[in-house]
């Protein structure tokens, strides 16, 4: 296996030239880095984001090694606290090179500081990139992984999956340096069964001709990598064929766990299985095989027994596979689940409420928590003044994204962009008043925090122009004692706390008051156990799992039943163990079929979700919208396992 890291390693790309396949993004960061060049661009770092294996950080360190650059990296295994990225990072960033070139500053799996140990590790990257003077580049596999702050920093930049004829060369070369006699049909079966990712791809030729001085197809069956399924074709079989050895065979070679397969499944029966007469009953059948798989793998997820997923799987595959009554010919164009895009911007909802309790927490010397609970509403009425929202802004560091979601507002109005570029200008003028001095963050001295209060002063109604307005003045708030910069919003600040705001602070809930907040999408539901008869399949060590379930053990078979298709009929046909480890840093996801399943039975948003600009061929593209996406950790790891 050692051995298997050392020819990915080796045959790394030195140059930009060398990177194989994503040329538009690869030229994308050049025109971006060239920029530095000569000045400052508007976007100080970029974010290379796409699968596993497609060269991203081989990329970053081409580009600085074609423009001469020192290389600062962060990556996974530091420890990445907002601590060790300021002091790291962001002294590299605030400093010239001794001889006047540029450092790159690559921050490696930027999408894997999370959690609240390294929330303000997020923050940190944004201040950081915010004021450097050095070009930063984030590498991550999931784009939703950053906060919204830090996209809107970013220059998007989208690697795709490389395609197997590109990789066939890189392939032949690697072959011809090692010596290797290589077939065509063996190279182009490692090629297409990498999946686009040219490290695994690298890896299996090294698998496979350890030991060998010539490779043939033959000689890749035993020591390749198992192809992996596509899931359009996956879909394509579990919907079409009636065949539900082919099915699970098809099912089984995907990188998917079951948990996902679901939502899949759930999303495209609707559409595949609708008939021109109205006739839902197919539907209706199918979705009943899915409400059960998914007591199963309710079940898994509450036992961490992982052997349920077999008959999950079992029914949401066969089941689906059997509950046509008739076929269903012509192309449909099968979609990833609405849920996951769902979850997606209700993740980025969150962080970006968690930002702004964060900036409000820390002038109130509050946690971000209870900032969360008890001083957003109170920052977003004040916001309905339009001075105070200006002084606010500034004062936070609002970003504008921020400003509209604290306002309440879905979009940016007029006013709220005039506010913010008030906010902004203010905001240059505070630093060329302190000399270069940083703004906010200035530490308070521990201790004379809750004192700090008292500079707001009390100045709710003032007389302006004739006309009683709820201006806010900030005599000297941004030089108060300890360096603490406080808001003066013309409010007074009570010395104790309110009624309302004692109960608001016994109030445990997450919800938060503004508008338009996430709303919860996940509720609970209830399924009735079905009706099943034989238990040839279940093993007894199962059995008391599935009784306990409430499914009567034969709901399996029961398929078989149904179809004479159906071609498992015994447990040799079944999933072998599964690893339980390879699951374990799953993230917590609901796993029951949520209301959005049967719904979906209706309605589903077919809008394409992503606006490419971009090089079809590989991919590769620069981000402008959303794109659905899954919330679960990259880390996941998704077997279908039997
Ligand atoms: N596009 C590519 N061109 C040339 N080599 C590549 C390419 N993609 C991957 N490789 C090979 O795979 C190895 C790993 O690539 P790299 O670390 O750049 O991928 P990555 O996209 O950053 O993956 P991860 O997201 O897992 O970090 C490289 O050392 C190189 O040998």
Known sequence: MTLAIEWAEKYRPQTLKEIVGNKKAVQYLRTWAEKWLSGIPDRRAVVLHGPAGVGKTSTAHALARDLDWE????????????????????????????????????????????????????????????????????????????????????????????????????????????????????????????????????????????????????????????????????????????????????????????EDLVHWIDENLPFQYASKDGNLEDIKTGFGYLSKADLYLG???KRQNYRMWRYASMLMVCGTSVSKTRPYPGFIKYQPPSLWKKMGQIRSKRDLRDNIASKVGE?????????????????SRMLKNEESAIEITAGLGLELEELIYLSGSTKASKKLQKIYERAQELLLEGNEESD?????????????????????????????DGKHSERLEVPNSRTSQGGQKTLNFGFDIPPEISPETKNSENNTSDT???????????????????????????????????????????????ISLEHDSLKVKNSSSLPGPVEKEAFSDSEPIENSISPELSRSVKSVNREPAIKKVSDNSEKSEVKVSETPKKVESKTQKTLFDF
């Open 71 to 258: 290389v600062i990296e962060l990556n996974a295994s530091d420890q990445r606290t907002a601590g060790v990225i300021e002091r790291v990072a962001g002294s590299a960033a605030s400093m010239n090179t001794f001889f006047g070139g540029k450092r790159l500053i690559i921050l490696d799996e930027a999408d894997n500081i999370h959690g609240t140990a390294d929330r303000g590790g997020m923050r940190a990257i944004a201040g950081i990139i915010k004021n450097t003077l050095q070009p930063i580049v984030l590498i991550a596999n999931d784009i939703y992984g950053l906060t919204p702050t830090i996209r809107n920093l970013c220059l998007e930049i989208k690697f795709g999956s490389v395609q197997s004829r590109s990789m066939v060369p890189a392939l032949k070369k690697v072959c011809e340096s090692e010596d290797i006699l290589c077939s065509p049909d063996a190279i182009q079966q490692i090629a297409e069964g990498a999946g686009g990712d040219l490290r695994s791809a690298i890896n299996d030729l090294q698998a496979a001709a350890t030991g060998r001085k010539t490779l043939e197809v033959e000689d890749l069956s035993t020591s390749g990598r198992d192809v992996k399924e596509n899931i359009f074709k996956a879909m394509q079989r579990i919907f079409k064929s009636t065949d539900c050895k082919k099915a699970l065979e098809a099912a089984r070679g995907l990188d998917e766990s079951p």
């Open 436 to 464: 270069g001095a940083e703004f906010f963050r200035t530490p308070a001295p521990p201790g004379n925090s809750k004192e700090d209060l008292s500079v707001f002063s009390v100045n709710n109604s003032v007389e302006k």
């Open 363 to 379: 002038h109130n010397f509050e946690s971000m928590r209870y900032s969360r609970n008890n001083l957003l509403e109170l920052y």
């Open 299 to 301: 079940r898994v997820k």
């Open 512 to 558: 938060i008051k503004p508008g338009n907040l996430a709303p919860d999408i996940l509720a609970p539901v209830t399924l009735t156990p079905d009706s099943f008869t034989s238990d040839t399949l279940i093993p007894e060590q199962d059995q008391a799992e599935i009784d306990d379930i409430g499914i009567k053990s034969d709901s399996l078979t029961s």
